[in-house]
């Protein structure tokens, strides 16, 4: 769909409505689960710090052991240290660098051929940057990161949680996917047509995501899987250290100062993955536990059909 047709299709779907639904629920506290893990195996990327770290030990509190996926080893063995000695959970890790598609093929492969059933995959591993770089295979970072990675591990992954009759699939996304207010631009996945900024490549493969899961929701409807995307709230994380000593003395003084503790955000993945409340709830977007509708581009379906197979085709993924 070109640009201009986007505009008119999604500009009369805009609703302000949403926009103050998204201010008001960004005050709210999540809803809290109190019911327990035990034994359970969750899959957490990026747990070593931030979100994925504050989420592991609140799953481990309550349980669950867990299945790490992170690019550090030294970090990895001491969370799998911390973990065990103060919740005498089992905490394994995976060494895998998410923005290198042979890591992600490799871990998800690895993972598919476990015996133990997946109760929860959760996809925190996240990147931003203001400047575009692109991956030893030749792929925009942040698309790949953010999308590329949870779409290739939910596709390799998805005839084994289909089997197990049971799992949650949880992306952390972002009210960020806002930005890219016209949809996506498939002749563009690269950034190598139009000016990069890091608001709108965040934004488009936040909205990647929120498409990929239309489709895969309609794969595992009345499967016992289920996959839900949430915004994790306006918290403190390591995200952006990549970037310049501008952005980093930015982020430091000004941007973290308004930041909440990454640990509201495990409250909310905790009550997703574990509520039975939402038990049979799939295909939905959160602002930490609320319910709230995407920006318009994100509900396009024949979007989400030409990215899936666009994401096929870059991916080298052959369709069943």
């Keep these: 769909m070109k640009t201009k047709s986007k505009f008119s299709k999604y500009f009369k779907e805009y609703k302000w409505s949403n926009i103050f ?13 109190n ?36 690019r550090n080893p030294e970090k990895s063995e001491a969370l799998r240290h911390e973990i065990e000695n103060e919740f005498g959970v089992k905490c394994d890790y995976r060494i895998a660098d998410l923005s ?6 490799r871990v998800s492969k690895e993972l598919s051929e476990l015996n133990t059933p997946i109760d929860a995959l959760i996809h925190n591993a996240g990147i931003y940057l203001t400047k575009r770089a692109l991956t030893p295979d030749g792929l925009e970072k942040v698309f790949v990161v953010h999308f590329l990675s949870s779409f290739i591990m939910n596709y390799i992954l998805r005839d084994k949680l289909k089997s197990q009759e049971r799992a949650r699939i949880i992306m952390v996304g972002s009210e960020a996917h806002r930005f890219a207010a ?53 918290v ?52 930490l536990t609320t319910e709230e509708e995407p920006a ?19 991916a080298g993924l052959n369709e069943k």
């Design 182 to 234: 016209w949809g996506l631009r498939f002749d563009d996945l690269n950034w190598e047509k139009r000016r990069y900024t890091g608001l709108k490549s965040y934004g488009s493969a936040k909205t990647a995501q929120l498409l990929s899961m239309i489709v895969f929701n309609e794969y595992f409807q009345n499967t016992g899987v289920t996959i839900n995307t949430m915004h994790p709230g306006a």
């Design 21 to 33: 639904a998204m201010i008001r629920n960004g005050r709210s506290a999540p809803l809290v689960c």
């Design 296 to 314: 318009p581009p994100a509900l396009d379906r024949d979007a989400a059909y030409e990215l899936w197979e666009a994401t096929l085709k870059l």
């Design 35 to 70: 019911e327990e893990f035990n034994n359970k195996l969750v899959v957490i990327t990026g747990a070593t710090s931030g979100i994925g770290y504050s989420t592991a030990r609140k799953y481990a509190g309550r349980g669950a052991n867990l299945l790490c996926l992170n």
């Design 100 to 105: 290198l598609l042979s890591d992600i093929f």
């Design 236 to 287: 403190k994380t390591d995200t952006g250290q990549e970037n310049g000593p501008v952005y980093k003395w930015f982020k430091r003084n000004f941007l973290d100062k308004t930041l909440k503790s990454p640990e509201i955000s495990a409250e909310a993945l905790y009550y997703l993955g574990a509520s039975k409340e939402l038990e049979p709830v799939s295909g939905k977007f959160f602002n």
